[in-house]
């Protein structure tokens, strides 16, 4: 039986016509987009048959390899741009410990109750249970022991991306446009981290023009992969 409903907590709409509300409804919390009328409500769900169809992908699809998961499992990894979490809750099913850094603090929440749901399925708990989620700008955590960053920040016309047409721009409406993304790379090239992934549509330019130690390219994102210089030694 799913919980009542509670008051929905609109937002007024603000100078660009956006409208938003943030309601708890069949038991999770959700967003939706009242300026988009014919739109679906936006809400974590890690349990998805996509995300179950790139966690059978496993260790040798490009996003575990772009975080060296195919290596070695058991990596401590910053998400530094979380999003809807597909990306980290992915990585973390297989086998990594992620950190989720989400700055906007309606998504933030949304994560935060996706976590709470997916502890509760005994499917996806033991990923859960490997995830943290922090409510801040991922700048102030790339400092910490990582063993490889990962940056998703938004683009426009974002080609093969994990989140549906719709969800991207609903969240970019929310969260904005990442245009700092550069000063995020540059933050994360001066940490301790063995490699930082920048992933990017197939033909983006390079972030910030920084010139990557190597690239892994799939059908329409590639992995921008750097090696900051102050990373202690691991085996690549
Ligand atoms: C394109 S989405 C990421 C989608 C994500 N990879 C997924 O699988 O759902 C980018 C997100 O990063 C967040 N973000 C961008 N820069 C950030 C920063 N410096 N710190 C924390 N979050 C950031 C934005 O608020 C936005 O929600």
Do not use: C
Request: glycine content about 8%.
């Amino acid at each position: 039986m799913s919980a009542a409903p509670q008051p929905a907590s609109p937002t007024p709409a603000d100078a660009r016509g956006f409208s938003f509300v943030l309601e708890t409804r069949d038991g999770r919390l959700q967003l939706v987009a009242r300026h988009h009328p014919g739109y679906g409500p936006v809400f974590v769900d890690w349990l998805a048959a996509a995300v179950a169809r790139r966690i059978a992908a496993g260790r040798r699809q490009l996003l575990a390899r772009a975080a060296g998961l195919h290596q070695r499992s058991g990596l401590r990894i910053l998400d530094a741009t979380a999003g809807m979490g597909r990306d980290g809750f992915t990585l973390a099913a297989l086998g990594a410990h992620v950190t989720l850094a989400e700055r906007n603090p309606t998504v933030a929440a949304l994560l935060a109750d996706g976590r709470r749901r997916a502890l509760a399925d005994p499917a996806a708990a033991a990923a859960a249970q490997r995830l943290e989620i922090v409510a801040g700008d991922a700048r102030d955590l790339v400092e910490a022991d990582w063993d490889a960053i990962l940056l998703d920040p938004m683009y426009p016309a974002q080609g093969k991306a994990a989140l549906s047409k719709k969800e991207l721009q609903v969240l970019r409406e929310l969260a904005g446009d990442d245009a700092d993304a550069a000063d995020v790379l540059e933050a994360a090239l001066r940490s301790r981290a063995a490699r930082v992934a920048v992933k990017r549509p197939l033909q983006a330019p390079l972030l910030g023009g920084r010139v990557p130690a190597f690239q892994l390219k799939g059908t329409q994102a590639r992995f921008d992969i750097y090696r900051p210089a102050r990373a202690e030694f691991r085996p690549a």
